[in-house]
């Protein structure tokens, strides 16, 4: 990966959570919340990257939510930008693979405003950077002090 890759990760419902990884800061860079046509816009005009999202699966149970519409609606509108853009999608997550919330706070990623989908987006942001083994030292230093 070039030290110059962005890595998104989306949270998609109604409004949507959105947190961008710079490798080449090392951190964070911008969380935001959307509704779709501003996510739309937004992704557009974002240069080279790799982006994620977490997965709606269709149950019996799921396909009753009032977010299943808008959530389905923002998971397409990322894969084919992905396409049309020749970016890297990565594994979607499940919504239980999220980072836990203390850890998130620890880090100073997500403003107080935004406790929902954006806080969701940083979730999976981190904890993919963990599974992937990716996240800098300090952030496993800030995360799990003492170890």
């Not at 557009?44 to 019996?60: A, C, H, S, Y």
């Not at 299943?68 to 990565?90: F, T």
């Not at 990623?109 to 979730?123: I, K, L, V, Y």
Request: hydrophobic fraction near 45%.
């Amino acid at each position: 990966m070039k030290n110059t890759d962005l890595v998104s990760w989306v949270d998609p419902g109604l409004t949507s959570g959105i947190a961008v990884w710079s490798f080449a800061h090392g951190n964070v860079i911008e969380v935001k919340e959307f509704d779709f046509e501003e996510l739309g816009c937004y992704l557009d005009n974002m240069p080279v990257q790799r982006i994620g999202w977490e997965t709606f699966k269709i149950t019996e149970r799921t396909a009753k939510l009032t977010q299943a519409p808008w959530s389905l609606e923002v998971i397409g509108m990322c894969r084919w930008l992905a396409l049309q853009k020749n970016w890297d999608v990565l594994k979607p997550a499940m919504p239980a693979d999220r980072a836990p919330i203390h850890q998130v706070d620890a880090l100073g990623w997500c403003p107080r405003g935004m406790r929902d989908d954006g806080m969701s987006a940083c979730q999976h942001l981190l904890a993919w950077l963990l599974r992937t083994r990716l996240a800098p030292r300090w952030i496993y230093d800030t995360i799990s002090p003492g170890t």
